[in-house]
Each structure stands twice: as C-alpha cells, then as structure tokens.
Nanobody, 121 residues
C-alpha cells in the first residue's frame, strides 16, 4: 500500500503563485509515472500535468507555460509549481502515482486526498 500526502494548497490572488507537493510513502519498489489532476464540483477530474520516470513532461493546454511539474526520485516527491494563476485554476488538486511494490509485478495506482487551490481577489 502506498500513501500520498499533498500539501501547498491555499488561497491566492490572480497572478500569484503556489507550489504543490506530494510525498509518496509505503511499499514502493519503483515509481513509473506521476501526475497532477484537478476537479471542480460538477465536472470530471481533468489531467493537469504528467512526468515519467525519465523526466519527460506533458501539460494540459490550459496550463502550458504557467505550470511546471517536477519530481525528486530520491524522496518520491512530485511538485507542481503554479504561476500566473487564474480564477479558472480554482479546483481541488489531486496527486496520482503509478508504481510497483516489488520487481516484475503489476503496476498499481494511488491517489492523494486532494488539496484545495482557490484563486480569487
């Protein structure tokens, strides 16, 4: 079992910045893939950014040029630096990890509990 603990959410004014962190702990052999999603009430959860084990990244069009995803493999932590925030970025942000617990075993998924980001003046 893997636990994900998120931090860094909060209230920020438009144009401001926040940095989200997500630390993974538990039975981890390797982390294949890490990502951030977000969700607003009444809408489906949407993918914000992804990062693979070799550091390749991908972003939703709505956040390109403003958000940066990174990871610290030694600490099993993924970050989301969010700059130039807009009111439409307001959502609950969820961390996601795909991992294996032992060599040559199936990939497993784990989700964080979510952290609220509110962009408002």
């Amino acid at each position: 079992q893997v636990q994900l603990v998120e931090s860094g959410g909060g209230l920020v004014q438009p144009g401001g910045s926040l940095r989200l962190s997500c630390a993974a702990s538990g039975s981890i052999f390797s982390i294949n893939f890490m990502a951030w999603y977000r969700q607003v009430p009444g809408k489906q959860r949407e993918l914000v950014a992804t990062i693979t084990s070799d550091g390749s990244t991908n972003y939703a069009d709505s956040v390109k040029g403003r958000f940066t995803i990174s990871r610290d493999n030694a600490k099993s932590v993924v970050y989301l630096q969010m700059n130039s925030l807009k009111p439409e970025d307001t959502a609950v942000y969820y961390c996601y990890v795909r991992y294996t617990s032992r060599p040559y075993t199936q990939l497993r998924d784990s989700w964080g509990q979510g952290t609220q980001v509110t962009v408002s003046s």
